[in-house]
């Protein structure tokens, strides 16, 4: 059984930065893409990031490109969700999930994966 847990959400104001990290236990983490997802009330669950088993490859949501960055440690068997100039629409519970393939196809769908954490709440206020 694979476990994700997710850490570093909070409340910040438009502008700041947080860096969302996902640990992962239970099985070899380099054998499995992994991704963020985000959910603001009322509204369904949406794609933020991706990134392959290796690192190599990542794709994000237009809305995040050039402000969220994602990465992974596999020694660490963790994956962050760096974000930076919060606005307020990226208010949301933040999920990641675990794909458990080394293909690339890429994983954008909720679909996609395997696993999902149980989400951690940003909050950015305006």
């Known amino acids: 059984q694979v476990q994700l847990v997710e850490s570093g959400g909070g409340l910040v104001q438009a502008g700041d930065s947080l860096r969302l990290s996902c640990a992962v236990s239970g099985r070899t983490f380099s054998d499995y893409a992994m991704g963020w997802f985000r959910q603001a009330p009322g509204k369904e669950r949406e794609f933020v990031a991706a990134i392959s088993w290796s690192g190599a490859s990542k794709l994000y949501v237009d809305s995040v490109k050039g402000r969220f960055t994602i990465s992974r440690d596999n020694a660490k068997n963790t994956v962050y969700l760096q974000m930076d100039s919060l606005n307020s629409e990226d208010t949301a519970v933040y999920f990641c999930?675990?794909?458990?393939?080394?293909?690339?196809?890429?994983?954008?769908?909720?679909?996609?994966?395997?696993?999902w954490g149980r989400g951690t709440q940003v909050t950015v206020s305006s």
């Open positions: 999930a675990a794909d458990h393939s080394t293909s690339w196809t890429p994983q954008r769908a909720a679909g996609d994966y395997d696993y």
